[in-house]
């Protein structure tokens, strides 16, 4: 299970990621806004699946009423997935934020 720790440190492995606090949590930006923590365990990434994960995975994959205006934001539990998925989103929702190639 992925920490913030490991949020943090494979987020700003990323070209051009700085960390910032985001409406009192920590927070990622790629020119805009690329990851955020929301609260204890859970991850706010950009997707361009956020239809298709919560659809095959609700448990791990969801959004709250605040999300409804930001198709491309997913909610993640932390807890319900691995290193590598972790990676994976956080290197797709750093292309779509604007971050630049490696």
């Given at each position: 299970?992925?920490?913030?720790?490991?949020?943090?440190?494979?987020?700003?492995?990323?070209?051009?990621?700085?960390?910032?606090?985001?409406?009192?949590?920590?927070?990622?930006?790629?020119g805009t806004l690329m990851a955020r923590?929301?609260?204890?365990?859970?991850?706010?990434?950009?997707?361009?699946?956020?239809?298709?994960?919560?659809?095959?995975?609700?448990?791990?994959?969801?959004?709250?009423?605040?999300?409804?205006?930001?198709?491309?934001?997913?909610?993640?539990?932390?807890?319900?997935?691995?290193?590598?998925?972790?990676?994976?989103?956080?290197?797709?929702?750093?292309?779509?934020?604007?971050?630049?190639?490696?």
């Amino acid at each position: 299970m992925p920490t913030e720790d490991d949020v943090r440190r494979t987020a700003l492995a990323l070209p051009g990621v700085v960390e910032r606090p985001s409406w009192g949590q920590p927070a990622w930006f790629a020119g805009t806004l690329m990851a955020r923590m929301w609260e204890e365990g859970v991850l706010t990434v950009k997707t361009g699946e956020r239809e298709a994960l919560a659809g095959t995975d609700p448990q791990t994959y969801f959004w709250t009423a605040h999300h409804e205006r930001s198709p491309l934001l997913v909610l993640v539990r932390l807890d319900r997935i691995d290193l590598a998925e972790l990676g994976e989103l956080l290197e797709e929702s750093h292309r779509i934020a604007g971050g630049r190639g490696r």
